[in-house]
């Protein structure tokens, strides 16, 4: 079993800036891919950015792409979400997954556990 727990989640205002934390309970944290998901009001959950186990690999949805970093720290057992130029559309309540799969990693269906979510909102 992994539980995740996210934080680093708040308002702020549209071109700021946030970095959201997910700690790990896993002791074998290294062998989990990671990935962050949003779920905006109103819509599904969607994919925003994933990271392989060693972090050689990342993978990004094309609307945050060149905006949003994602990183993992595999000594502290914690994965990050540097999310720069934030705007208004980037509102949503964002989740931590890990799992064990190498490859895919941008659908909801490829992990296996999940953290309880951490609200971003992004005012104008």
């Known amino acids: 079993q992994v539980q995740l727990v996210e934080s680093g989640g708040g308002l702020v205002q549209a071109g700021g800036s946030l970095r959201l934390s997910c700690a790990a309970s896993?002791?074998?944290?290294?062998?989990?891919?990671m990935g962050w998901f949003r779920r905006a009001p109103g819509k599904e959950r969607e994919f925003a950015a994933a990271?392989?186990?060693?972090?050689?690999?990342?993978y990004y949805a094309d609307s945050v792409k060149g905006r949003f970093t994602i990183s993992r720290d595999n000594a502290k057992n914690t994965v990050y979400l540097q999310m720069n130029s934030l705007k208004r559309e980037d509102t949503a309540a964002f989740y931590c997954a890990a799992t064990l799969r190498a490859v895919g990693l941008t659908r909801s269906s490829d992990y296996e556990y999940w953290g309880q979510g951490t609200q971003v909102t992004v005012s104008s």
């Open positions: 990271i392989s186990r060693g972090g050689s690999s990342t």
């Open positions: 896993a002791r074998t944290f290294s062998t989990y891919a």
